[in-house]
């Protein structure tokens, strides 16, 4: 009995350990498409097409298209930096993206200044597929 416990808590802690790596990881947005996927969730594929900010002091907006089969639910992590110090932080969820399906979305902060100069990162947090 305590084995299956052990084993249990082990499977845990490894579950936890590869999630926390997965959200760890982190892409720096070259304005070039990037593609993204969920690690626990093969059929979950992304491919974040453009990072914007249409007048300077204002949200930042992010298009991403479902490149999975089926719909999906996710969450990305958009950090912008300068001469190496944080200056913004903010996730987008897009709670319903059908296959194939193309979604804009704006952070609900603002970007004080511009994206000039700056360096944008790119994380997917999660992903799920949707029934």
């Known amino acids: 009995m ?3 416990h052990i084993a249990s808590a082990i499977l845990s802690v490894a579950l936890l350990v590869t999630a926390g790596l997965a959200q760890a990881s ?3 947005w070259n304005n070039s498409p990037q593609n ?3 690690p626990s969730e093969p059929q ?3 491919k974040v097409t453009q990072v914007t900010q249409p007048s300077e002091s204002q949200p ?3 298009t991403v298209v479902n490149a999975s089969q089926v719909r999906v639910q996710y969450t990305l992590q958009v950090r912008v930096t300068r001469s190496g110090s944080e200056v913004f ?3 987008i969820m897009v709670d ?3 296959a194939g399906e193309t979604s804009m979305r704006p952070t609900a902060q603002r970007l004080v200044g511009s994206l000039s100069g700056a ?3 790119i994380s997917l947090l999660s992903c799920a597929v949707r029934m």
């Open 2 to 4: 305590k084995t299956r």
């Open 26 to 28: 982190e892409k720096a």
């Open 36 to 38: 993204w996927s969920w």
């Open 44 to 46: 979950c594929k992304l």
């Open 60 to 62: 930042l907006h992010v």
């Open 89 to 91: 932080k903010d996730t």
């Open 96 to 98: 319903n993206a059908n």
């Open 119 to 121: 360096r944008v990162l």
